[in-house]
């Protein structure tokens, strides 16, 4: 079992920055992806980023050039930094880890932008 704990989630106006973090703990050995989700009231859950264990990111294209994920491998922890955040960003940010063929979620952290 994997257990993600998100940090970081808040309340910003349009244009401002929020830092997220998700710390894996558990059997984090072989966890070959990590990644970010979101999902606003009623949408569907959404792509943010990813990276896997080479560093290779996958981002959604509505995020490209303004979010940024890194990753710690020493600490287990994943970073998602976001800056120019516009009303749509707003949701609920969700952490993804993937170990060999099953996938552990977090429990998510609100992120709420006002314009």
């Known amino acids: 079992q994997v257990q993600l704990v998100e940090s970081g989630g808040g309340a910003v106006q349009a244009g401002g920055s929020l830092r997220l973090s998700c710390a894996a703990s558990?059997?984090?050995?072989?966890?070959?992806?990590m990644g970010w989700y979101r999902q606003a009231p009623g949408d569907q859950r959404e792509l943010v980023a990813t990276?896997?264990?080479?560093?290779?990111?996958n981002y959604a294209d509505s995020v490209k050039g303004r979010f940024t994920i890194s990753r710690d491998n020493a600490k287990n922890t994943v970073y998602l930094q976001m800056n120019s955040l516009q009303p749509e960003d707003t949701g609920v940010y969700l952490c993804?880890?993937?170990?060999?063929?099953?996938?552990?979620w977090g429990q998510g952290t609100q992120v709420t932008v006002s314009s």
């Open positions: 993804l880890a993937m170990r060999y063929a099953l996938g552990y």
């Open positions: 990276i896997n264990n080479s560093s290779v990111t």
């Open positions: 558990g059997s984090t050995n072989n966890i070959r992806l």
